[in-house]
């Protein structure tokens, strides 16, 4: 753990010089880098969901590329497409936005199902097909789309199977008025941005990301994850749990959060620090329970109060 903490320190500083106020935000953005998922930002405008995605991409020196939806976009504008070349008399693949290490989909839910589909194969398989072609995705390769929570016209839902692409869903909010006053004094002259350099190198993140999957997970550990996830199947209120791929968001996440915390072993803390933010968005209400107001937090967390937290045992 020695080798984790002094570069992840580094890249807390770095951004927290753009992104002030939103430590728990930011650690949830690192965990995603590090478990190379996907981040959903669910919140309102001008809470600094752009800035955090261009202060993670200028940290660790990665390109950036921001692709604002909007009902009138074609899979095509997203993933590139193909143009025949009169020169050389052949067809040539010219990239779409979303060929960046790090992209921001703005307004995810303002384009129409079929263009959101177009980010499916990229967010999951790490790849793009056109016409027939197939196209790696650069590396490192991390999507944070933002939708606003509030405003609904115009809009289209994400289905579950996009939503269930997202490794994490967090939520920036608002700032202390402290806070906002240094952000104010911050922004008098020129924008911290500005200034922002690199302080990883792909390398350095790539060794990161193996040293996050050595991190020991106990057996009783494991069988706390799927205890939660399979209760989420089961529970009166939900007519959808989370899947496979939630199970495995919970667990990765959990070790890359050990590691952060200068552990080489998750804990159960780690497990209930993380099941709302990598399972809730995930789950589909049930229409009777919505009618009662009751919403996918307040299901995760009479879950957690309902399973028994696995004791210790002493590590073999």
């Avoid at 930002?41 to 990665?62: F, H, N």
């Avoid at 959101?116 to 790490?126: H, K």
Wanted: with cysteine.
């Amino acid at each position: 753990m020695e080798q984790i903490n002094p570069l992840t320190d580094r890249l807390f500083e770095n951004v927290g010089k753009v992104i002030l106020g939103k430590r728990d935000a930011l650690q949830k953005t690192i965990l995603a880098l590090l478990v190379q998922g996907h981040v959903l930002i669910e919140d309102v405008p001008g809470v600094g969901k752009t800035m955090l995605a261009r202060s993670i991409a200028r940290s660790i020196g990665c390109s950036f590329k921001r692709i604002q939806f909007t009902p009138d976009m074609l899979p095509s504008d997203v993933t590139g497409v193909s143009v025949f070349n009169q020169r050389d008399r052949e067809f040539e693949f010219r990239e779409g936005p979303i060929f960046a290490q790090i992209v921001l989909v703005d307004e995810i839910n303002r384009a129409t199902p079929k263009t959101q589909s177009a980010l499916l194969e990229a967010m999951e398989e790490r790849q793009v097909t056109v016409d027939g072609k197939t196209y790696k995705m650069p590396k490192p390769f991390l999507v944070m789309a933002t939708q606003n929570p509030i405003e609904y016209e115009g809009t289209f839902p994400l289905p579950e199977a996009q939503l269930d692409r997202f490794v994490l869903r967090i939520r920036l909010g608002y700032v202390s008025k402290e806070e906002e006053i240094n952000i104010l004094s911050a922004q008098q002259f020129k924008h911290p941005l500005e200034g922002l350099g690199q302080v990883l190198s792909h390398e350095e993140l790539v060794q990161l990301q193996e040293v996050v999957k050595d991190i020991y997970v106990d057996r009783s550990i494991k069988e706390y994850i799927i205890s939660i996830v399979d209760a989420t199947r089961n529970h009166p209120d939900v007519y959808l749990g989370a899947s496979p791929r939630g199970s495995l968001a919970l667990y990765k996440t959990s070790q890359a959060l050990a590691a952060l915390l200068g552990r080489d072993y998750v804990i159960p803390d780690d497990i209930k620090l993380l099941t709302e933010p990598t399972l809730a968005h995930r789950l589909i209400i049930s229409p009777a329970a919505r009618m009662k107001n009751i919403d996918a937090e307040e299901v995760i967390a009479e879950i957690l109060d309902s399973i028994p937290v696995p004791g210790t045992r002493v590590r073999a």
